[in-house]
Each structure stands twice: as C-alpha cells, then as structure tokens.
C-alpha cells in the first residue's frame, strides 16, 4: 500500500485556512479533509496499527475519557484535519428493536417511546443544560496549535423523533392522526438539542457545528417536504442562527435524496455547508455544480466505492473528485457518509493518501 506517509511527523493544522477555504475566501492551496464518523473498529486500528497507541474505550470514568479523548485528538492531528468533528450531546431514551451480543443495536421503526399525551407527559425529557461538557472542555484545551473543533449533538431533531420518539411509522400516521402530538414532540426534541448548543457557544477553537439529521432516502425525503419545512427546518435554522450569532459556520449532514429541500436549507435555514453524499442519488462533483456556489460541500467519496475499489480504482476515483471539486475552493474532501467498520482502514488512508497528493502541503 502506498500511503506510507501516516502517522504525518509534523501536521500544521490551520482551522483558519479549513474555513477560508469552505467559505471561499481564498484559492485553496490544498484541499481540506473532514469527516463525520470514523466508527470505533477503524478508530482503534488507526490509533493502535498507525500511531503506535494503547487504545483506551470511552468509558464513564474522567481517565478512560481523557485517554481516549488524547488518542481521537492524535489520530485527526497525525492524519492531516484542521479541525476535528465530535459528536456528543443530547441523548433520547428509545426503545430499540434489538441489541446483538456486540452491542450494536437496532432501531425499532415501528414505534418509539410515545403513542399518546399521557406517554408524552410521563416521557424523561433530556435537557441540553444537563448534558456533560467535559468532553468538549478537553478538546478545546488540548487541540494541537491552530486546529479547530466542529461540536455535533447526538443526532437530529428528526432523527430524535423518527428513532427515538414516535418512530418511524408511528409519525406517518400521527402527521395525519394527531398533528398537535407530533409538534409537541418536536418541540420538546429541538429545545433539548438547542439548549445543548446554547452551552457549548464561547468555547476556545470552536469553530462551528455539524448537526447530523438524515431526512430523506434514494428518491425523496421520509416524510414530506412540507412536513419537513412545518416541523424539522425550523430548528436547524434555530441552531445556524445560534451559530453565526456567534462567529461559528453551521454544517448540516444529512443522508438521502433531500433535493426537494435544498433551497430551503440554503436560502432559509443558511446552512453554510452539506455533507452526505452518494454517487447513486447526486454525486459530489454534480452537487457543487448546482449548489457549490451557495454553499461548501463536504465529504463526497461514495461509501460503496471507498468500501470495495481496488487500490488502483480507488485512488482514480478520488483524484477525478479532486480535480472536479477543489478549484476554486468550497469544498472538503472525505468519505460520502462516514468510515463503517466494512470499510478497511487501508481504504480510508488511501483516500486520504490522495487528498494529501493534491496542492501543496
């Protein structure tokens, strides 16, 4: 494999040239890396297999989390990013369909936690004022100079009430059954999630928020785009309005074909850039011609090509991207998704081999 150039000896992250370039303030010398996930199989490898590190899980304990907190910092660092992306917020409890022997569970889509008033009543609402800071606090005094922190909570407000909440087919029946539930219930999700952010704002090196909220599948969104636009839309322009209040870019990811919503995202909520992408709805290079002057894309590397290409395929795949994508700047390369443990570790780094290859580091 040709990306012997992992662990990088001397990383110069520049989360102010990661959001110039996004943002289009200036020509990119090279092309900025972001991803979303790097599930915890592939993290391990990274931090065992490449930097050399006793892998430490994040437990309950403040050393299990600062031992793995220093090893998600080091991987980012020794990888290229300017910033890092950490996902950690406000948690809804849920009722899962399923929790296999490894601990991977399964969302139950036919219905969540609420059915009726009394349920919502009795239901333990988070509060984004309760959640734990410390991961956030840690990170921010322990970046290496002049890399970035993007804060995400644990899911979206759809996501919240599509998963966690309602459930998926419970809320297609209860848009038209009980609509007044329904808005209840996102209310009570998006407060949550906009509390959290109300903490973390005035953090040192954070730079924005990456709101992960998946509203639609291969063809069109879950629900409709007026129910999205009535129920869903409206926090997220919360969020982003919170964001550039204080200086910070609002990312949002969100999986499927949310085409019907685009505009809205742009002219309405402002999101200041989009991640998730998948060759077989949009591809990346095709997004940035039709939306890249509006705002920044992120990622792009079709997960189903990261997951299967040969080294040879893969790595002209990526550089076709490159050479679409990068010029001119508003665009963050990375994988379309996120890194699944079926994508091998060797795959990711040859992606990022490539992005590395590009532009003068």
């Given at each position: 494999?040709?990306?012997?150039?992992?662990?990088?000896?001397?990383?110069?992250?520049?989360?102010?040239?990661?959001?110039?370039?996004?943002?289009?303030?200036?020509?990119?010398?090279?092309?900025?890396?972001?991803?979303?996930?790097?599930?915890?199989?592939?993290?391990?490898?990274?931090?065992?297999?490449?930097?050399?590190?006793?892998?430490?899980?994040?437990?309950?304990?403040?050393?299990?989390?600062?031992?793995?907190l220093d090893n998600y910092i080091e991987v980012f660092y020794r990888l290229g990013f300017d910033q890092i992306r950490f996902e950690y917020g406000v948690v809804f409890p849920q009722k899962f369909a399923r929790i296999g022997e490894d601990g991977r569970s399964w969302v139950n889509d036919h219905t969540g936690a609420i059915s009726s008033w009394e349920d919502f009543e009795n239901y333990p609402w988070p509060s984004g004022k309760d959640v734990d800071l410390f991961p956030y606090e840690y990170l921010s005094k322990n970046l290496p100079e002049g890399m970035g922190l993007i804060a995400s909570s644990c899911g979206g407000v759809f996501e919240?009430?599509?998963?966690?909440?309602?459930?998926?087919?419970?809320?297609?029946?209860?848009?038209y059954d009980d609509p007044k539930l329904v808005e209840a219930v996102f209310e009570r999700a998006g407060q949550a999630i906009y509390e959290f952010y109300q903490q973390i704002v005035g953090?040192?090196?954070?730079?924005?928020?990456?709101?992960?909220?998946?509203?639609?599948?291969?063809?069109?969104?879950?629900i409709?785009?007026?129910?999205?636009?009535?129920?869903?839309?409206?926090?997220?322009?919360?969020?982003?309005?919170?964001?550039?209040?204080?200086?910070?870019?609002?990312?949002?990811?969100?999986?499927?074909?949310?085409?019907?919503?685009?505009?809205?995202?742009?002219?309405?909520?402002?999101?200041?850039?989009?991640?998730?992408?998948?060759?077989?709805?949009?591809?990346?290079?095709?997004?940035?011609?039709?939306?890249?002057?509006k705002?920044?894309?992120?990622?792009?590397?079709?997960?189903?090509?990261?997951?299967?290409?040969?080294?040879?395929?893969l790595r002209a795949y990526v550089r076709y991207i490159l050479e679409e994508c990068s010029p001119r700047g508003g665009f963050a390369i990375g994988s379309g998704n996120s890194i699944p443990d079926y994508v091998s570790m060797e795959n990711y780094l040859i992606m990022l081999d490539?992005?590395?290859a590009w532009g003068e580091r």
């Open positions: 494999m040709g990306f012997l150039r992992f662990p990088l000896k001397k990383p110069k992250p520049d989360a102010k040239y990661f959001l110039d370039v996004l943002l289009k303030r200036r020509e990119p010398a090279y092309v900025p890396l972001f991803e979303y996930i790097v599930n915890e199989p592939v993290m391990k490898r990274l931090v065992e297999e490449v930097l050399g590190r006793k892998w430490v899980p994040f437990g309950p304990d403040r050393e299990s989390q600062m031992r793995y919240a009430v599509k998963n966690s909440l309602l459930g998926f087919e419970k809320l297609a029946y209860m848009l953090l040192p090196r954070l730079i924005g928020f990456c709101q992960g909220d998946d509203m639609g599948f291969k063809t069109q969104t879950l409709s785009p007026d129910a999205l636009r009535k129920y869903v839309l409206p926090w997220h322009k919360k969020f982003a309005e919170l964001a550039h209040k204080h200086g910070l870019v609002y990312f949002l990811h969100s999986c499927g074909n949310i085409e019907a919503v685009m505009e809205d995202l742009i002219e309405d909520v402002k999101i200041d850039g989009k991640h998730s992408f998948e060759d077989a709805i949009m591809p990346v290079w095709e997004f940035k011609k039709k939306y890249g002057d705002i920044a894309v992120l990622g792009g590397v079709d997960m189903d090509k990261l997951a299967r290409l040969p080294e040879k395929e490539e992005a590395l």
